[in-house]
């Protein structure tokens, strides 16, 4: 029946065989097609089984688990769909307990290839159905499907593992996989719950910095958890310390080190500004361990933390710090000092200067490293230099401390530099911005020195700025471009008011520095260590004072005192030899200055001199400081923009009687040179002012008028000699030239007649004529008349007329100036009538030539001349009254002045050739407001036609 129902071909002794459920497994595998198996159980085996009294569910639960069984761990070796699958498939249905189903589905759900196909995702459903504890087995089965798959993907059979199998496997994917390692060890964790996130993590970032040393990608890893949990990215964070601290501390090898070490680095510069409870110890135990290790591999200076054997202080230690430092610093100046043996000495090691700068940048290394200030770094190396007499090396530490805060020490250091540097000079050759270095040394010693040193430091800034003035005039290029380029300030340059500088010769600093050196040397001896609480070092402080009530002098103390007189007579050889050499170069100011240097000190010292000693040294200096002080104050006057501030600060140096008189003989060696004069007459009247000498406060005033007029008249090419020294005639003359002047406005003419006392109406008379006889045309070169509108000249007639006092002045003046101007200006002729009839007044009469020379004006401009100018009428008459060339435009007009005031006769003397048969018709029209009758411009025009026709029949 199996072979010809089933075509299942079983041998009769197998069939016979008295174990009935190994004969009901054979029949089943002999079944070629799955699609078989449900006609074969409904046909046969149903049937059979239940025969021999065998449990059907027992037996198909027993038959499927020994086919799950005979191909154990199918899910990580098979490929695709196991064999088994469909005939499990076919064979579920006719299991009917709920027990034996969900055990044999739990079983293939175990047993099945990943990624499971379409069937045991269908069986795996059906599973999850069942009203049986193990469906939820079967539904985690489902989820560690992914699971398999990644164990798969690296050759892995066991993933149920725990502790330290567990952290192994993952080690074991990481090490594999790398970056998607780590997301399928995220992902097995995930859904295992065998780890957390946050040991998965930390797992990856010791793997990313022990194993792979790609601290870059381990540190952008710390940042996506910091962004995503706060909480876990500090957890990670204190976890790589801790990491760090172990490698460092056990020193497991230089590249993990640093692959540490730059971890770190990102850790503590990143998230600088949390420092927030927890996090914050964090971050300081990360730049302890770094600062450590660094401190070991850049210079092999080794900590608590970085010494295996843990014998060496701590960095957090300061007083071992400044062990370490110190031994650095003694180590590296004998190492180069053994070097300068071995190698001949030159001027100038470039070589050297290199070493010394890296070495300089190590020691601020460490300081930064070990939490000392640099301050005090640099401190101890200047002064282990200064004490091997390396001062060149000390300045040029020293300007590291330039915008540092420093304390009493380190000031007394750079006290020490700048003195040794100034009296080592010997003023020769290149220093370029020494000066300028050594003066701000100087005043940060000065701020930070101890009370009892604050008197030297600022007697050596006082000759240190001396000596650095010296340096930029001299003729040390990069001095002066260093100076220049330094000392440019903005205020400098946009104030109102400048400050006066010397402009003399290039100075001789070879021949100069060695007499402020030596002003220094007797002011100022040199003792290296500190003054004493209470003692400065400065002599000019060291004055013994007696009591005035001792008679006699102890023999105790006799001697113990200061040799005053000779210390004078130094300093004022001092003083001669740099005045002298100064104010024969042309540098007043600078001179003044180290005759003030000297001053401060001498006064101080005199007074343990004798009095006649006092007054001698004092007569010597008064000359002296008198005639540089108006050496200074001529050379600050002949400055464009002179510092009057400063020259007032200089004359009330003097008497002022004496400074009277020298003013008066600065005065007249000015000559003719107006600006000079207006600066010193602006001074002089200050002066006077501050002292209350009215007289001669106005007379000054009186100069400095006349004195900014000659300037300005200077600048207009105008001559102002005679109005300087003459009276009010001259002055007004000078006044008709500033008329004449284009550049010249109304509100200029008004300030002079201010200035000088001239009328106002006199003032704006000239304004005014100069104006209307601008008016008048040109004749172009073809003899045309070149008319324009007037219209800038206009406005300013208006202007000028409307300041007269009264109207009846500026009647006055108009009508007056109708029969001045010339009669062919028609145009201004034409816009004075114009005004003239606007003027209103109680008790005006308008003249009588207004009305009809109105008309004829209008007939006029309308007119061409034809005849040439009759001399004896009009060229004659010209030449005599105004003394200047006859106009060219009288050929083309006629002299309208002329034909108002000429008499009958004579108008037609003047006109006769005018008349033609072209133009009689218009004379006609006119002739009653011209005054000639009809019959006799017909009689000129009939003369004149047959006298044409005359002339023209000879030809």
Known sequence: ELEKKFRIKVKLSEFMNEDKFTVAANILDWVLAPE????????????????????????????????????????????????????????????????????????????????????????????????????????????????????????????????????????????????????????????MGSKSVLEVNKLYIDHLIGIELDAQLASKKISQIMNASEEEGINVCVHVVDRAWISFQLEIGKEIEEAFSQVLSSITTSYRGRRDS?????????????????????????????????????????????????????????????????????????????????????????????????????????????????????????QILLKSPLNPTLANILYSVVYNMECGKDGGGDVGDLPDTLSTLAAHAAVYSQDSAIIDCLELLNWQNLTSKIHTESHDQRAYTAARTKTLDVFDEWKFTSSFKDKGLPLESEDLLPFACEGLKTVLPLVEDPPLPYLPRSTACSVQVCDLNTTAIEEAIEGNGLDAIKVSNDLVSVASSLVTCLQTAGHAQLAFQALLR???????????????????????????????????????????????????????????????????????GFGQNYRKISNLSALCYQYCRLLSLVKQQEQFLELYVRSSWGRKSTQLEIPFKSAYLGDHKERLETLEKFVLHPQTNVDLLLQYSRAFKIELDNCLVL??????????????????????????????????????????????????????????????????????????????????????????????????????????????????????????????????????????????????????????????????????????????????????????NKR
């Open 36 to 191: 078989e198996i449900p006609g074969l159980m409904d046909g046969f085996l149903t049937n059979f089984i239940k025969k021999h009294q065998l449990n059907l569910n027992q037996t198909l639960m027993n038959y499927i688990i020994n086919l799950l069984h005979n191909t154990q761990y199918t899910w990580h070796w098979h490929v695709g769909a196991a064999p088994w699958e469909e005939k499990v498939a076919f064979l579920l249905p006719f299991i009917t307990s709920i027990d034996e189903k969900s055990q044999v589905v739990l079983e293939a759900v175990k047993q099945a290839p990943v990624p499971w196909s379409t069937t045991v995702a269908d069986i795996c459903v059906i599973g999850a159905k069942l009203n049986h504890p193990s469906a939820v087995e079967i539904k985690e089965q489902r989820s560690l499907v992914s699971v398999k798959g990644i164990l798969k993907k690296y050759d892995c059979k066991n993933f149920l593992t725990s502790g330290p199998e567990a952290d192994r496997l993952l080690q074991y994917i990481l090490l594999k996989g790398k970056e998607d390692g780590y997301r399928d060890a995220l992902e097995m964790c995930q859904i």
């Open 278 to 398: 927890g996090f914050g110890e964090c971050l300081t135990r990360g730049e302890i361990f770094l600062n450590a290790w660094r401190l070991k591999s850049e210079f092999g200076l080794k900590t608590r933390e970085t010494d295996w054997t843990c014998q060496a202080g701590s960095i957090k230690d300061l007083a071992h710090n400044r062990k370490l430092l110190e031994s650095y610093i003694s180590s590296m100046l004998t190492s180069d000092e053994e070097a300068k043996v071995k190698v001949k000495p030159r001027s100038e090691d470039v070589s050297t200067a290199r070493d010394y700068t890296a070495e300089l940048n190590r020691i601020l290394r460490i300081c930064d490293l070990t939490g000392l200030t640099q301050e005090e770094g640099v401190g101890k190396y200047i002064l282990q230099l200064n004490k091997r007499g390396w001062h060149k090396e000390c300045l040029e530490v020293s």
């Open 598 to 668: 000297v001053e401060s000190s001498l006064k101080c010292i005199l007074l343990a001199t004798d009095p006649n000693f006092q007054a001698m040294i004092e007569g010597k200096y008064s000359q002296v400081k008198s005639s540089l002080i108006f050496q200074l104050i001529q050379q600050i006057l002949s400055e464009p923009r002179p510092d009057s501030k400063l020259c007032l600060g200089l004359l009330n140096l003097q008497d002022y009687k004496i400074a009277l008189s020298s003013l008066a003989k600065l005065n007249a």
């Open 767 to 952: 304004y005014s004529r100069a104006l209307i006889r601008m008016m008048e045309p040109n004749v172009d070169q073809h003899g045309d008349v070149m008319v324009s509108e007037n219209k800038d000249i206009k406005e300013k007639l208006e202007i000028a007329w409307s300041m007269f006092s009264t109207p009846e002045s500026l009647f006055g003046h108009l009508v007056n100036e109708a029969g001045d101007i010339s009669p062919y200006n028609y145009e201004g002729l034409g816009f004075l009538f114009q005004r003239i009839r606007k003027i209103k007044f109680p008790g005006k009469s308008s003249p009588e030539f207004l009305d009809k020379g109105s008309k004829l004006l209008g007939f006029l401009l309308q007119y061409k001349r034809v005849s040439p100018p009759q001399p004896e009428a009009e060229v004659d008459p010209w030449l005599k009254e105004r003394g200047t060339s006859f106009p060219r435009i009288a050929s083309r007009r006629l002299p309208l002045y002329n034909l108002l005031t000429l008499t009958n006769k004579e108008k037609c003397k003047l006109l006769e050739k005018e008349f033609s048969l072209l133009t009689y018709r218009s004379w006609v029209l006119i002739s009653s407001s011209l005054g000639i009758s009809v019959d006799n411009i017909c009689m000129y025009t009939v003369t004149n036609t047959i006298t044409t026709i005359i002339e023209t």
